[in-house]
């Protein structure tokens, strides 16, 4: 079923019914709300021409949701037409019409259709477009339709949603190939970008996972080295504020006061400030900064940090009351070896023979012996009788660890401080990993047995408590009460926020961040949880809106080297070729700076034919265990070096920064 957007506010140029639409648009094909985040954020902040394409009836992830694919999509683009044209009428008409990103773009189109066949994909014009996005929840429909792309057009660049990295890997190599067969002679540049996977649940998971710790550190890795962004609360009087390497963004004025609102991009001067000059640091009181605090070495494939500790301990083997029962028997067997050193005359070694050997019933009555030495031979007999039930218990112990070795942890009676973290799914399992990497300790809540994240928790000894949530006795067995903070990540809004508001009733303090779907619904649960309950610390977060500008970065076939939340806005870390980019070529380093867009960080020194192309990528370690080759980054940038044709750079942007830059290289080099 094909159809068009009904008609939004200054949406000019709509495609005629039974015309082909033109060349270079985009392709965005999913099932959930991802799908129609990215197709805002190709169309409202890069201004390009966007098919979306998704399946008949309701979203599997909100079935309780009335309205059909087709209408959330049309309503969510409504609402953002209507808040740019207020953006573009409060910026002055004049003014802010020759930079309208949107201007002359053509309203999103829309296909309905159950699957991305090839008739489908034919119908929303693969052959004449310039990228596609695959970001259904199903990795095997992703891939089906990625091979079926890349047949019917292999120049096409692809942007692929896979859970799976290994194998996300592969796919890259295979379509990659592909390209490069269907196209000899191709520039390795290009070919470098015609396919990339992307996974939202690593997108997502560092900024998950930091909203249950006070003042952590958001990384992002470049070439094996890992950039903290750090948030610091706001000096005190008589104070100046650490600026790190460079400040990245100024919190709003709210920020730090837990009835307050997080700051979006509607908050107007009270909200966050990213990328801000000199002038607006030095200006800002009583507000916190995020700042580019350290840069450090990754190390490769840093295994994930177990609750149990290294190996198989006997704590886990062997239960407290059979331990502390060998520690008699071996007490009791070492104090008749000295009493039969001190009432006899037999050295050490013998000593501890015979006593063994009467342990184990294995020795002759002493009948020539003094009466000392029938004394302490009838005491180990019955020493030697408590041996026979401790072996028969050790084995039977032993034996039911093997057998209940797959077994979940259960939460341990002490413990404290610890967070909650409820769904094992997608987003869990990634956010598990990520809390486990940073040594915080975890207690899952899963109903479903057979959830993909409960062998990862399994095997890193997490404790887990299998229920439904919204049962009474569930969160409780989870510490609920001792808890630091509540992660609730399933994938039903309803849940979420149940078990929200009763960990809250628990614990009033307790600090909580839930995953939901539905903007409007997440907005007004937010205020509502932050005006009953100012004393503790709320924060919401949808997983599309942290994963979206990432996939549509890859789109216009740029590297994405990672997002970082700044309370509800999101700031983007990418790699840059400065060719082609007016803004920067030519320009020194403090010239290229555009306060509230972009700011360059470093520059790759290497020459352009050892480049590693893929920043976000560990570098080659030796086989020998050396030390890894340095990395070409420059970070300690002077201001006055002027940025060169042949330069990449790694710059900090805004998300209409990082577009601007984008847009106005294909100005300069228009599509052939």
């Given amino acids: 079923m094909l159809g068009f957007v009904p008609p939004l506010p200054q949406q000019p140029g709509r495609p005629q019914p039974g015309r082909p639409p033109s060349t ?19 169309r409202f902040v890069y201004g390009e021409r966007v ?60 296909i309905e259709a159950p699957e991305p066949s090839d008739d489908v994909l034919e119908e929303a014009g693969v052959d004449r477009a310039a990228a596609l996005a695959l970001v259904y929840d199903d990795d095997e429909r992703n891939i089906r339709a990625a091979l079926t ?35 000899p002679g191709i520039d390795p540049a290009l070919l470098d970008a015609s396919t990339t996977v992307l996974s939202d649940a690593d997108t997502a998971a560092p900024a998950l996972a930091a909203t249950a710790l006070t003042g952590s550190s958001k990384v ?11 948030e610091r609360p706001p000096p005190g009087p008589g104070e100046s504020a650490d600026p790190g390497l460079c400040t990245l963004a100024l919190l709003s004025s709210t920020t730090n006061d837990p009835a307050g609102a997080e700051g979006s991009d509607s908050s107007g001067e009270e909200g966050p400030e990213l990328l801000p ?86 020795n002759d009555p002493s009948e020539d012996g003094t009466p000392a030495r029938k004394i302490i031979q009838i005491l180990s007999g019955i020493a030697g009788l408590l041996l026979l039930p401790l072996l028969l218990a050790a ?12 077994s979940l942890r259960r939460p341990p009676r002490g413990l404290s401080g610890h967070v909650v973290l409820l769904g094992l799914g997608k987003i869990g399992t990634r956010v598990l990993v990520r809390l486990r990497e940073l040594d915080i300790p975890v207690v899952v809540v899963e109903e479903d047995p057979d959830a993909r994240g409960i062998p990862l928790a399994r095997s890193m000894h997490v404790p887990t408590v299998i229920g439904d949530v919204t049962q009474e006795g569930v969160l409780e067995a989870a510490k609920i009460r001792r808890a630091h903070a509540l992660l609730a990540l399933t994938s039903i809004d309803t849940t979420n926020l149940e078990a929200t508001l009763y960990a809250r009733s628990v614990k009033p303090d307790l600090r909580v961040a839930l995953r939901l779907y539905d903007d409007e619904f997440a907005t007004a649960v937010y205020r509502t949880l932050r005006t009953a309950h100012p004393q503790a610390l709320t924060r919401s977060r949808s997983v599309s809106h942290l994963a979206a500008p990432s996939f549509a970065v890859a789109m216009m076939g740029r590297q994405i080297l990672g997002a970082v939340p700044v309370e509800r806005k999101v700031m983007l870390f990418a790699a840059l070729e400065v060719a082609g980019h007016p803004q920067l070529e030519g ?48 970070w300690d940038l002077h201001p006055g070096y002027v940025l060169r044709a042949q330069d990449r750079v790694v710059i900090a942007a805004t998300r209409r920064g990082l577009a601007e830059l984008l847009r106005r290289q294909r100005t300069v080099l228009p599509r052939q």
């Fill in 277 to 362: 000059d000199d002038r607006s640091v030095a200006s800002a009181q009583g507000r916190g900064t995020v700042v580019l605090e350290a840069i450090s070495r990754a190390d490769p494939d840093r295994p994930a940090t177990r609750m149990g500790g290294r190996g198989a301990p006997l704590s886990q083997v062997f239960s407290r009351r059979l331990r502390w029962s060998a520690l008699g028997v071996a007490a009791a067997a070492v104090a008749l070896v000295i009493a039969s050193l001190l009432t006899t005359e037999d050295g050490l070694l013998h000593s501890t023979y015979l006593t063994l050997l009467d342990l184990l019933g294995m």
């Fill in 51 to 110: 098919t979306l394409l998704l399946p008949p009836g309701r979203d599997v992830n909100s079935p309780e949701t009335p309205m059909t694919q087709r209408g959330r999509a049309a309503a969510l683009f409504g609402r953002m037409s209507a808040a740019m044209n207020r953006a573009g009428n409060a910026a002055g008409g004049g003014a802010g019409a020759g930079n309208d990103t949107n201007a002359g773009v053509e309203a999103v189109r829309i």
């Fill in 220 to 230: 992002i890795q470049a070439e094996g080295l890992l950039l903290r962004a750090a």
């Fill in 395 to 406: 084995v039977l112990e032993a034996f039911g660890t093997l057998r209940t070795a797959s």
């Fill in 149 to 183: 792309a890349r047949r019917l057009n292999p120049r096409l660049r692809l942007v692929i949603r896979l859970y799976n990295r290994k194998l996300g890997l592969h796919l890259e190599e295979l379509l990659d190939q592909a390209a490069a067969v269907a196209m």
């Fill in 24 to 42: 270079g648009h985009m392709i965005v094909c999913g099932d959930d709300a991802l799908a129609r985040r990215l197709a805002v954020e190709l």
């Fill in 587 to 634: 320009r020194t380093v403090e010239q290229a700076f555009q306060a509230h867009a972009w700011r360059v960080l470093a520059i790759d020194a290497t020459p352009p034919a050892d480049r590693n192309p893929d920043l976000a990528a560990l570098p080659p370690y030796l086989p020998d265990g050396g030390p890894p080759p340095p990395s070409g980054l420059v």
